[in-house]
């Protein structure tokens, strides 16, 4: 990876993520936080590049927190292990589902997905025996490889395990959008009837696209859970999935870089009003979202992207 | 820049008995074609003669009512498109058909992908894509253009974009449809000069739409002349010109 | 919209202001983090609490504190959602920004919150949840309750129940669909068919917690016509119930029965029907025959209506059960001093008999606190604005309350008809 | 058995005439604008604070005839301002945009929406049910309806969808909206001012919304995120429905309220997930929604 100001900008963020919580320890939960929200972002931006929206996505999300509760209640407990599960669990309810949505494209991918994820709301609703139902399911304090750390350790390991994870799954992505696939995810937005006459099927390039957000979604998922200890049906609400879809819009399609700086301010952003003002953050969200739909459509990504010769030389 | 055909080489392509209508349309009835190894065919007629419609009989755009299409002695007809491209059939649009977000080398690079391994996480980048896809870039004379967005290139490059896209693939069979449309007089023979060589070299074996006649009397070593679904007159531009009902429904 | 965990860091960041003032302050204040719910549906239970744990805060601080330590109370809204109390807790937790909880009005947050606090080695008191989940199912080291659990609440209406009317054959259920309505149903139940084999269920209902529309539930209840109609919505839901139902007459044919309705009596007022059977999660209410001429019984009620412009409800109660628990055990156990608080506070809770305004409860070894049961029947009063209580009965606690080391499930299995004979009802 | 049809067919026509009243107003901007405009929750909610509130301030607990005329008047006065403003102030910037970023916009609105009223009503919920007693119950096989649910309501809904269908099939701006509804490229290049239909359109939407808000308070319970919950709803009927189209509007709501009422009767545990249970298996088969067209495939 050439170190481009793209680059920078990412090990800039790293060296954050990393120092940050060592100064101040309450910006820890704050910043995890971040992260857990980052990565469903970064599975929607990945759609993003297909000109894809998922109003349903908070749906991947609470598969892989409720894997880890799951698994807790059957004596899995090793963190590594429940990133494993939480990352299949999504990828293939994320296959099971794309096989149908693959199908379809625009209103109608974003609404099916809303539907599949407010039947998955109300089925860990009613599915008491074995998700609690809206008590939702706690979360014990995790082993790693077999140890059981101290209550303060575990939080600190599992702070930098997410990021650690973080990074992995942003170069990943940026790997990905280097490959065929990934290239190719573009031509679903620009032009499908192409890609089908160079015979691939653009369905199989979008499901791989959706598999691929919805294992995001889904660790995404299963950091929240240990960063709560607590999970509930409210993660799968469709609200949710718009939050995602806003910090995606917020960092700007364009950069996954950008994307999780975009997590970040949104997190950051929310504590500083809220802690100003009572039950104004969304009507203050609201209106800085409006801006940046207005006048900077690219999102936080305008600030640092080099575009490609648009003009003929 | 015309060859005279090779009676001798083996047959590539062979429609036979191909039917197919819309509506109260005939786009095709009974229709019977070879297409010989390397060489390159030009299919003329007037508007709505159905010469496009054989384009897309061939590439599975289409689904024809009666008769089979066979491609390498292999049968065709109920194959999608996809499966059919990659048995070795690529084609240009009439209007191009390009990744507008992607620039001309970004594109041909991915074609050259799909034709090889495409399913991989290794970059689409590696130096043996990319070689080809310069290669191609250079045969087709779009060096100026390489890193420029499809969406912002002249409309007759588009055509060449298009058409080096499908190249991307190797095809041993490709399908134009109408290079020189929409293209000012002047650019026409300039494209037609930059593909003509390209397909010789390659030895690709070309079906070519085309209505302009000054370009199929200079480029085709072949040529049928199609109206109301049929195949009025075959064989070189000379001859086929000495047919009264050609000259009056094809070309009049 | 809820904001799940993400919001829990505001607490971090609002908190530093807030500790801010109590530090100054020249004995170490005692930072004690109480939750409950401050908005939505659930406020109409959680604001009353919070009303009469300030007004009792207010008195300890007026009086020089505890050992001399003022009290100082951390709100966390349950509102926002399981997810987020937890976080936030462990936010201050983290930050040691809190030093006791009174936590959880909702089981949800109970289930939720122990087994994180007692991860913290944190004392604290569950205040008014009543799931029997918390010690049945967990062994807490830290963690007691002053409020009482749900099987005397429903044993001991079923007991109610059954006296005031023998003839009862139907029952059916509409509660909330969590832990505490699925677990009161589920002891109501089988107490009211343990004590009269004959009786049908017909009906199981759980809608949604904050359903805003029970139209079509209604109709169904309406259909089936059960003598009894069991529930315990509570807080908004219970006043949108009651109101859709009474408008629809449901209970011309059909006995409301509430383990939990004193609580909506005066949020509803006259739209409360009339001889419906309630009980108020424990033996404290405000016309309580046993504390109905204690002065500091009066004094609390007073200052409560003056503040609050309500009664106290049984939410209130139970906060006000906490808080003097907390008071009592600390000035029995602690010496006052920040490092032998934790010891201090276990060694004052346990074996804590509580007998004040409040009523009397005592904790078991297993840190749970009982206590009797009152219930009556609701009537119209000249005097006040809501249907009041006739045939006031405390049904003693150890009829109607699983003996320590048995489970709710096996001591279900050992009610027999022949309780009944053991309970007079007020006539 | 024959008792349970019968009522949940009443329960199920009574709340299908809130849902279609709930869904008509995003079905007809979507139809028009191609926008799936996600404050329309935002609206049902206002509708339903400002008449249960100012039904109380105005009129009070006992209620009067003046409550209906205050549910009409709320829905008038909050669609005619909202809508004007929302559509002049977002939407009119939005047009050129991307589909993503109009949705998003919209979504926006609502988040102002939802904090708006949480900073001018309260946190508390609100029941104000006076219109509903006013009207009484019926007794239908020894059940009592509120005569609200039971033939207000379905009244109502009904002289919705005529005066809709008299407004599109006779008028001349009906006739003009239709047109852009079948096709918006060719509607402009007709010359038909698309700006002007779209102001219209957008505040004859928001009108709708407040009336489903105003005239759904008497019988609910309003609290903080009724917005969030009645407009997933509303998606999924107008989705099954097919983009656009009232028509298939009405019998989804129709369907999807029988199916509610009727899950209450026998599978009472799986309530909630029926109407997106019944979206997701018409989307599979139909992928375009019951009457809805191919064009409408892409963004």
């Not at chain 1, 990876?1 to 919580?21: D, G, Q, R, W, Y």
Request: charged share 15%.
């Amino acid at each position: 990876m050439k170190l481009n100001s793209e680059t920078f900008v990412l090990l800039l963020v790293i060296a954050v993520l990393a120092l940050v919580p060592l100064a101040d320890i309450s910006l820890r939960a704050i910043l995890l936080l971040a992260i857990s929200l980052a990565f469903p972002a970064l599975g929607l931006g990945l759609l993003l590049r297909s000109g894809q929206v998922s109003f349903g996505h908070a749906l991947y999300y609470a598969v892989g927190a409720y894997t880890v509760a799951v698994a807790q209640k059957l004596h899995v407990t090793d963190v590594f292990l429940t990133l494993a599960l939480a990352l299949a669990a999504s990828m293939v309810l994320g296959l099971i589902l794309g096989a149908i949505l693959s199908r379809y494209r625009g209103i109608f991918y974003g609404m099916l997905n809303l539907a599949f994820s407010m039947v998955g709301f109300t089925l860990l609703l009613k599915l008491y025996d074995i998700t609690g139902g809206s008590d939702g399911m706690g979360i014990l304090r995790p082993t790693f490889l077999g140890h059981k750390f101290s209550n303060p350790q575990t939080a600190w390991a599992i702070y930098y395990l997410a990021v650690a994870v973080l990074v992995a799954g942003i170069l990943f992505l940026e790997q990905y959008m280097r490959s065929a696939p990934g290239s190719a995810l573009g031509a679903i937005r620009t032009n499908e009837t192409r890609l089908e006459y160079l015979g691939r099927s653009a369905r199989q390039v979008f499901l791989a696209g959706h598999v691929i957000s919805a294992g995001f979604a889904g660790v995404g998922g299963m950091i929240i859970a240990y960063s709560t200890s607590h999970v509930t049906p409210e993660l799968a609400y469709w609200t949710l999935s718009a939050e995602f879809l806003i910090v995606a819009i917020f960092g700007g399609a364009g950069s996954f870089t950008a994307i999780t700086i975009g997590a970040l301010a949104f997190v950051l952003l929310r504590n500083l009003i809220s802690s100003y003002v009572v039950d104004a953050w969304q009507l203050i969200l609201g209106i800085i979202l409006l801006g940046i739909i207005m006048y900077m459509p690219d999102g936080l990504w305008t600030l640092f992207r080099k575009k490609p010769d648009a003009k003929a030389p | 820049m015309t060859h005279t055909p090779d009676t001798t080489a083996p047959i590539l392509l062979e429609a036979s008995h191909i039917s197919v209508r819309f509506g109260g349309v005939t786009a095709a009835d009974d229709i019977n074609l070879q297409v010989r190894q390397s060489e390159v065919l030009g299919v003329i007629g007037s508007n709505g003669s159905g010469k496009s419609t054989f384009l897309n009989l061939c590439t599975g755009y289409i689904r024809a009512a009666a008769g089979e299409i066979r491609f390498q002695g292999r049968p065709i007809t109920h194959l999608s498109p996809r499966e059919i491209t990659r048995l070795g059939i690529a084609r240009a649009f009439q209007h191009p058909q390009l990744f507008l977000d992607k620039t001309v080398l970004q594109s041909i690079v991915l074609g050259v992908a799909c034709r090889n391994r495409f399913w991989s996480l290794g970059t689409v980048f590696q130096p043996g894509y990319r070689a080809k896809a310069d290669a191609i870039v250079r045969t087709f004379g779009l060096g100026d253009y390489a890193d420029t967005l499809n969406s912002a290139l002249p409309e007759g490059v588009k055509k060449l974009s298009d058409i080096a896209i499908a190249m991307a693939l190797e095809p041993s069979l490709l399908l134009l449809d109408e290079p020189t449309s929409s293209v000012s007089s002047a650019n026409k023979f300039i494209i037609m000069d930059t593909l003509m060589p390209i397909l010789r070299n390659s030895g690709v074996t070309t079906i070519i739409v085309e209505h302009d006649m000054e370009i199929v009397e200079r480029y085709m070593d072949r040529v049928v002349a199609w109206d109301s679904g049929q195949i009025i007159a075959e064989g070189s531009f000379s001859d086929i010109m000495r047919n009264e009902d050609v000259r009056q429904r094809v070309t009049g | 919209m809820t904001h799940f965990a993400l919001k829990a860091a505001v607490a971090a960041l609002a908190l530093p202001l807030t500790l801010g003032l109590g530090s100054a302050q020249a004995n170490e204040p005692l930072r004690v983090g109480v939750t409950t719910f401050l908005s939505g549906p659930g406020a109409v239970f959680g604001v009353p609490a919070k009303d009469a744990a300030d007004l009792l805060v207010a008195e300890i601080n007026a009086k020089g504190g505890i050992k001399g330590a003022p009290v100082e109370l951390i709100y966390l809204d349950e509102a926002k959602g399981i997810d987020d109390v937890v976080a936030q807790y462990k936010q201050l937790a983290t930050a040691g920004k809190v030093d006791l909880m009174i936590a959880g009005l909702s089981s949800s947050t109970c289930l939720a919150l122990a087994p994180v606090i007692e991860d913290f080695e944190m004392p604290a008191i569950l205040w008014d949840c009543g799931t029997h989940r918390i010690f049945e199912e967990n062994d807490f080291d830290y963690i007691y309750r002053t409020g009482d659990l749900t099987p005397p609440n429903n044993v001991s209406i079923a007991l109610y129940t059954l006296k005031h009317n023998p003839e009862i054959k139907t029952i059916a259920g509409i509660n909330p669909d969590y832990a505490f309505g699925r677990d009161n149903w589920e002891s109501f139940r089988t107490a009211m068919q343990a004590l009269d084999p004959d009786i049908k269920v017909v009906a199981e209902l759980f809608p949604k917690l904050g359903a805003s529309d029970y139209s079509s539930e209604i109709s169904r209840l309406s259909a089936l016509r059960p003598d009894v109609v069991f529930t315990t919505l509570w807080g908004g839901d219970m006043n949108t119930f009651i109101k859709q139902a009474s408008s629809r007459s449901l209970f011309n044919n059909s006995t409301l029965v509430s383990s939990n309705g004193e609580s909506a009596l005066q949020e509803l007022g006259d739209a409360f029907p009339e001889g419906a059977i309630i009980g108020a999660r424990g033996d404290s209410w405000f016309l309580g025959p046993r504390t109905a001429h204690n002065p500091e019984h009066t004094k609390f009620v007073e200052d409560f209506k003056a503040k609050t412009g309500h009664y106290p409800i049984f939410p209130a109660y139970h906060m006000a059960q906490s808080v003097t628990a907390l008071q009592q055990a600390l000035e029995k156990g602690w010496d006052g001093t920040p490092e032998n608080l934790t010891k201090g506070f276990l060694a004052g809770m346990d074996g804590l008999a509580l007998d004040n305004f409040t009523g009397q409860l005592t904790i078991r070894p297993d840190h749970q606190a009982i206590e009797d049961q009152i219930i009556g029947v609701t009537v119209k009063s000249p005097d006040y604005s809501f249907p009041i209580l006739k045939q006031m009965t405390y049904i003693p606690a150890e009829l109607i309350t699983p003996p320590v080391g048995t489970t709710t499930a096996e001591w279900a299995k050992t009610l027999s008809p022949k309780l009944l004979d053991q309970v007079t009802i007020a006539q | 058995m024959n008792q349970i049809v019968l009522l949940s067919l009443l329960d199920g026509v009574a709340m299908s005439s809130v849902l279609f009243l709930l869904a008509v107003g995003l079905s007809l901007i979507f139809g028009v604008m191609r926008i799936l405009n996600i404050a329309h929750g935002g609206f049902y909610a206002i509708g339903a604070y400002g008449a249960s509130l100012l039904g109380q301030y105005l009129i009070g607990a006992s209620g009067s005839w003046l409550n209906f005329i205050v549910l009409l008047l709320v829905a008038v006065v909050a669609g005619i301002v909202l809508g004007f403003a929302v559509e002049k102030l977002v939407l009119a910037k939005m047009y050129d945009k991307e589909h993503v970023l109009q949705i998003l916009s919209t979504f926006a609105v609502f988040m102002i929406l939802e904090d708006g009223q949480k900073l001018l009503f309260g946190v508390r919920p609100y029941f104000y049910d006076a219109p509903l007693v006013l009207l009484g119950t019926i007794d239908v096989a020894g059940i009592f309806y509120t005569r609200y649910q039971l033939v207000f309501l379905p009244i109502v809904a009904l002289l919705v969808l005529a005066s809709l269908m008299i407004f599109f099939r006779r008028t001349q701006t009906g006739k003009i909206i239709e047109a852009v509804i079948e096709d918006t490229e060719i509607s402009s290049t007709l010359g038909i001012n698309t700006k002007k239909i779209y102001t219209y359109t957008f505040i004859l939407g928001t009108f709708l919304a407040c009336l489903a808000g105003a005239l759904a308070s008497p019988s609910t319970s309003i609290v903080p995120g009724i917005g969030a919950e009645v407009i997933v709803l509303s998606f999924a009927i107008v989705a099954t429905a097919g983009l656009g189209n009232f028509f298939g509007t009405a019998l989804t709501s129709l369907i999807i309220g029988l199916a509610y009422s009727i899950s209450v009767y026998t599978y009472s545990e799986f309530t909630n997930v029926i109407p997106y249970l019944v979206m997701a298996l018409i989307l599979i088969v139909k992928p375009y929604g019951l009457f809805g067209k191919k064009e409408l495939a892409r963004l």
